[in-house]
C-alpha cells in the first residue's frame, strides 16, 4: 500500500512498521538490509583470520605479528580516508548499486587472494589495499543507501534495523565464517577453503546486489491545466528559468565538507566520529586493560599483554576481557531498535544527547574503575554498549535527513565516513600513547571527552531550534514543537553554491 506523505512525496510501510520512499521496492530493501550485515560480517572476518595467514602462511615471527597486523589496519583506515570520499562522489554521478556491489567484489578478490600471499610487502599490502578499496564503497554507500531509501516517518527504525543488522553481521563472520578453515584437511588447505568460500560469496553477493539495488522509475501522470493555469506556469518557467542535469563535479566534490555548515550534520559527523573511534576502544583498549592489570597484579605468567600468545599464557585474562567485550555488545544490539523507534518519535538532537550522556557515563565510569576484574565491570559495559548503538543509529538519522539534496547525499556519506575513518586513527594512536605513558584507562578518557562535547554540540542546536519553534505558530494557532521544525527544514541550497 502507498501511503501519502505530504514532505516527501509518497511511502509506503515495510510490514507496516518502517516508512520507505515510494521508489523504494521490496528486493531493494531487503537486499540493503542483507547488506548492512555483509559488509561488516567480511570486515570481522578479514580481521580476526589474518593472524593466521601471517602465523601460518607467511610464518612471522610471533614477536612481530602486533606491528604487522597494526601497520596493516592503519595502512587499510589510510586507504579508506581517501576513498570513502571518491566513493561518494563518484555515487552521485554513476549510480549508488554500482559502487555498492563493486565494493563486496573487490573484498571478495581480496579475500581469496590472502592464502595465497608469498610476503607481506610483497602482495599482502597490496591485497589489503584491494580489501580497504572494498570496506570504504560499502561504508560510504551504506550511509547514502539509506538516505536515498528512508521517509522520514521512518529514519530512526532504518537506522536502528542497519545498526543491529551490523552486530548480527559481526556474530555471523564469529560463529559461522570462523570455523570454516577446520572443515578442511591440513592448515594450508583449510584457510585457502574457507577465504575462497568466504571471498566468493563476497563477490557473488555484489553482483546481485548491484541488480537489487536498481531504482525503480517513477513516471507521475502530469495533471490537466485550464488555459488560464498553464499560461501561468509559462510564466513562472520564464521567470524562474530551471536547469536541469547533474551538479557539476567541482558542486559534488565540495557538498560533503560544506554541508557541515548546517549544525545538525555537524553534529552528525561528531557523532561518526565516536562511532567509529567506540569500536577501537571496545576491541583493542579494552581486553589490552585486562590483561596489563592481570599481568602486572600477578594473576597470570604472560609477560606482555601485547604478546600474541596472551590468550594460552593468561587464559582467565582473556575469558575477562571476552565477557566484558560481549556484554557491550549483547547490550549495543538489544538497544539497537529501542533507539530507531524513540528516534521517529522524538526531535532527534535530543537523542543524540541522550546516546551523548549515557556514553559519558560509561566511559568515565570505567575510566575511574580501578578493577577491570571487579563484577560492576559488566554494568559499566552495559552503559557502554548502550551509549555506542545510540550514537551510531542517532547520528546516522541525522546524516541522511531530507534536508541534503538527493543529488548530493553521496558526497555527504562519503564525508561522514570519512570523519569516521579520522576517528579510528585518532582514537587509536592517542589513545595507545597515552595507554603507555600515563594511565591505562587514558583511552576511555578520551571517549568521555568526545561525549561532552558531542552533548554541548546538541544543546546548542536544541536551542537554536527551540528559539525558531518559539517565534512560530502553525496556521490554527497552536504552537510549533521542535519535531515539527526538524521535519520542515528546508534543503540546504548553499550545498549547490
Not at 579475500?111 to 564503497?137: E, H, M, N, Q
Not at 584437511?185 to 583449510?190: E, F, S, V
Not at 592481570?294 to 585474562?317: F, M, T, V
Request: charged letters at 15%.
Amino acid at each position: 500500500m502507498i501511503y501519502p506523505n505530504s514532505s516527501e512525496g509518497r511511502s509506503w510501510k515495510f510490514l507496516k512498521l518502517i516508512a520507505l520512499k515510494e521508489h523504494v521496492t521490496v528486493v531493494n530493501f531487503l537486499a540493503f538490509v542483507l547488506a548492512s550485515g555483509m559488509a561488516i560480517c567480511m570486515y570481522v572476518f578479514l580481521n580476526s583470520a589474518q593472524g593466521f595467514i601471517l602465523g601460518m602462511v607467511l610464518r612471522v615471527n610471533k614477536n612481530n605479528l602486533g606491528d604487522i597486523t597494526g601497520n596493516l589496519t592503519l595502512f587499510d583506515q589510510l586507504v579508506s580516508l581517501v576513498m570513502v570520499y571518491v566513493w561518494g562522489v563518484s555515487s552521485d554521478r554513476v549510480g549508488r548499486h554500482y559502487i555498492y556491489g563493486a565494493g563486496f567484489a573487490f573484498m571478495g578478490v581480496a579475500t581469496i587472494l590472502y592464502p595465497y600471499a608469498t610476503g607481506v610487502s610483497s602482495d599482502l599490502v597490496f591485497y589489503r589495499f584491494l580489501f580497504a578499496l572494498g570496506t570504504a564503497a560499502t561504508s560510504c554507500m551504506m550511509t547514502a543507501v539509506l538516505a536515498d531509501y528512508a521517509a522520514d516517518a521512518g529514519r530512526g527504525k532504518l537506522s536502528g534495523l542497519v545498526g543491529l543488522m551490523s552486530g548480527l553481521g559481526a556474530i555471523f563472520a564469529v560463529f559461522v565464517f570462523m570455523p570454516l578453515p577446520g572443515k578442511a584437511k591440513g592448515q594450508i588447505d583449510g584457510l585457502k577453503y574457507a577465504f575462497g568460500l568466504v571471498g566468493g560469496i563476497s563477490i557473488g553477493f555484489g553482483v546481485l546486489l548491484a541488480i537489487c539495488l536498481r531504482p525503480k522509475t517513477i513516471v507521475q501522470d502530469a495533471p490537466l491545466l485550464t488555459p488560464q493555469q498553464a499560461e501561468l506556469e509559462e510564466a513562472k518557467a520564464a521567470s524562474c528559468p530551471v536547469v536541469m542535469g547533474k551538479p557539476s563535479l567541482r558542486t559534488t566534490a565540495r557538498a560533503g565538507f560544506l554541508a557541515a555548515k548546517d549544525t545538525k550534520v555537524l553534529l552528525s559527523y561528531i557523532g561518526s566520529f565516536l562511532a567509529r573511534g567506540d569500536t577501537i576502544i571496545i576491541t583493542a583498549f579494552l581486553p589490552l586493560w585486562v590483561y596489563k592489570y592481570y599481568i602486572e597484579n600477578g594473576l597470570c605468567k604472560a609477560a606482555d599483554p601485547y604478546s600474541p600468545d596472551i590468550r594460552q599464557n593468561c587464559r582467565k585474562a582473556f575469558v575477562t576481557a571476552a565477557m566484558t567485550s560481549g556484554v557491550v555488545q549483547v547490550a549495543a544490539l538489544a538497544s539497537a531498535p529501542i533507539f530507531g523507534f524513540l528516534l521517529d518519535r522524538v526531535y532527534r538532537p535530543l537523542v543524540v544527547l541522550l546516546a551523548s550522556l549515557i556514553g559519558f557515563v560509561g566511559y568515565f565510569w570505567m575510566f575511574v574503575s580501578p578493577d577491570p576484574t571487579a563484577s560492576s565491570l559488566l554494568y559499566v559495559g552495559a552503559v557502554v554498549g548502550v551509549g555506542e548503538m545510540g550514537m551510531i543509529v542517532s547520528s546516522l538519522s541525522l546524516v541522511t535527513a531530507r534536508s541534503v539534496p538527493a543529488e548530493l547525499r553521496g558526497s555527504v556519506s562519503g564525508v561522514y565516513s570519512f570523519v569516521g575513518a579520522i576517528g579510528i586513527l585518532v582514537t587509536a594512536k592517542l589513545g595507545g600513547y597515552l595507554f603507555d605513558h600515563w594511565i591505562s584507562t587514558a583511552p576511555f578518557f578520551i571517549m568521555a571527552v568526545g561525549n561532552v562535547v558531542s552533548a554541548v554540540l546538541a544543546i546548542y542546536v536544541t536551542v537554536g531550534d527551540w528559539k525558531k519553534a518559539a517565534a512560530m505558530t502553525n496556521d490554527d494557532g497552536s504552537k510549533v514543537t521542535l519535531k515539527q521544525v526538524q521535519f520542515d527544514q528546508p534543503e540546504l541550497e548553499f550545498l549547490h553554491k
